[in-house]
């Protein structure tokens, strides 16, 4: 029963999306594409953070790297202060960017990644929020290359396409491979050494689990998957700037994770939902001009409100009404 209860959700869910473009607004259909591609950086970080217990604060890092390599390789005129020969390469295929911004970020992940794990307690999540800080002056420092505080934009006619509607399709279509994929893993074997290693260490080790290795294969996986997110965006929006860097993106992600509910897949989801709606479609129209907050305090008091008062998140409400 639980099972058929589940698959009905999933498949409402995908008729909705499916059709969403047959009675939607243009400019609230871009809107419907960029969630589905914030939900993959907050399934990303759950992997490291949920599956691994592992507290990373810059998983925008690996976002803005998928996301420049994206937008460079698609306007390699940009290096031509860096290099003629970078500058004289073609544009490559757009879906070859995608990937190729996911395989970047991963050699970043990795390479932090073994460095970083080693460390216990709050010593890599300290580590890891200066990674942002020292990320994002490299685009004001090559601002040539990088484009500086506006960024760059890469054109139309080098997006994923110049219909909205299509866009709007490969994102979904993007979304729900990550999403497959990420569930395969966390449904593994390697999900459950992950998890051995998020709820007791020395038990692990104890097993013959290689603490370490795991610890920096999910920092691998997951910054892939951010990557990818991050190089969708960019040929999603046809911008690519700072802001996929930057903090206020990085407490999205966290926010929307811990109000759904971490370590369990489906909650990073109802809470990415939630957060991105009532940021980009909710708040600003509720919070009238001159109030004396705005979208981001609100967010972040729930936040707050959320780690004192229902630290399991919303999934662990929702499953148990399921079963019963």
Same mark, same amino acid.
């Given at each position: 029963?639980?099972?058929?209860?589940?698959?009905?959700?999933?498949?409402?869910?995908?008729?909705?999306?499916?059709?969403?473009?047959?009675?939607?607004?243009?400019?609230?259909?871009?809107?419907?594409?960029?969630?589905?591609?914030?939900?993959?950086?907050?399934?990303?970080?759950?992997?490291?953070?949920?599956?691994?217990?592992?507290?990373?604060?810059?998983?925008?890092?690996?976002?803005?790297?998928?996301?420049?390599?994206?937008?460079?390789?698609?306007?390699?005129?940009?290096?031509?202060?860096?290099?003629?020969?970078?500058?004289?390469?073609?544009?490559?295929?757009?879906?070859?960017?995608?990937?190729?911004?996911?395989?970047? @970020?991963?050699?970043?992940?990795?390479?932090?990644?073994?460095?970083?794990?080693?460390?216990?307690?709050?010593?890599?999540?300290?580590?890891?929020?200066?990674?942002?800080?020292?990320?994002?002056?490299?685009?004001?420092?090559?601002?040539?290359?990088?484009?500086?505080?506006?960024?760059?934009?890469?054109?139309?006619?080098?997006?994923?396409?110049?219909?909205?509607?299509?866009?709007?399709? *490969?994102?979904? @279509?993007?979304?729900?491979?990550?999403?497959?994929?990420?569930?395969?893993?966390?449904?593994?074997?390697?999900?459950?050494?992950?998890?051995?290693?998020?709820?007791?260490?020395?038990?692990?080790?104890?097993?013959?689990?290689?603490?370490?290795?795991?610890?920096?294969?999910?920092?691998?996986?997951?910054?892939?998957?951010?990557? *990818? @997110?991050?190089?969708?965006?960019?040929?999603?929006?046809?911008?690519?700037?700072?802001?996929?860097?930057?903090?206020?993106?990085?407490?999205?992600?966290?926010?929307?994770?811990?109000?759904?509910?971490?370590?369990?897949?489906?909650?990073?989801?109802?809470?990415?939902?939630?957060?991105?709606?009532?940021?980009?479609?909710?708040?600003?129209?509720?919070?009238?001009?001159?109030?004396?907050?705005?979208?981001?305090?609100?967010?972040?008091?729930?936040?707050?409100?959320?780690?004192?008062?229902?630290?399991?998140?919303?999934?662990?409400?929702?499953?148990?009404?399921?079963?019963?």
């Amino acid at each position: 029963m639980r099972g058929l209860k589940n698959y009905l959700i999933g498949l409402i869910g995908l008729i909705v999306a499916l059709t969403l473009p047959f009675y939607t607004p243009e400019g609230y259909l871009f809107l419907f594409g960029m969630l589905f591609l914030f939900l993959i950086l907050v399934l990303s970080w759950d992997i490291i953070v949920g599956y691994t217990g592992q507290v990373n604060l810059g998983h925008t890092v690996f976002v803005g790297l998928g996301a420049y390599t994206a937008a460079l390789l698609q306007v390699p005129s940009r290096f031509e202060s860096f290099s003629s020969a970078l500058a004289s390469m073609p544009p490559q295929n757009q879906f070859l960017s995608i990937l190729i911004g996911g395989i970047v @970020a991963a050699l970043f992940g990795a390479a932090i990644g073994f460095v970083t794990l080693r460390l216990k307690g709050y010593y890599f999540a300290l580590v890891t929020a200066i990674l942002p800080l020292v990320f994002i002056q490299t685009v004001y420092v090559f601002s040539d290359v990088f484009g500086g505080e506006e960024g760059f934009s890469i054109g139309l006619e080098r997006a994923l396409s110049q219909s909205p509607v299509v866009r709007y399709y *490969v994102a979904f @279509a993007v979304f729900l491979l990550c999403f497959l994929a990420m569930r395969y893993i966390v449904k593994s074997d390697l999900g459950y050494r992950f998890m051995a290693v998020r709820d007791d260490e020395e038990l692990a080790e104890a097993l013959g689990i290689d603490v370490v290795k795991y610890k920096v294969l999910a920092f691998t996986i997951s910054s892939f998957f951010a990557g *990818v @997110a991050g190089a969708t965006i960019v040929l999603y929006r046809i911008t690519v700037g700072p802001d996929l860097y930057d903090i206020p993106l990085m407490l999205m992600i966290i926010l929307s994770a811990v109000l759904g509910g971490l370590g369990t897949l489906y909650g990073p989801l109802i809470g990415g939902i939630i957060v991105y709606l009532l940021k980009n479609l909710f708040l600003k129209t509720m919070i009238p001009q001159g109030a004396f907050v705005n979208d981001e305090i609100v967010l972040y008091a729930i936040l707050i409100a959320v780690a004192l008062l229902s630290p399991e998140g919303l999934w662990h409400k929702i499953r148990s009404s399921l079963r019963s």
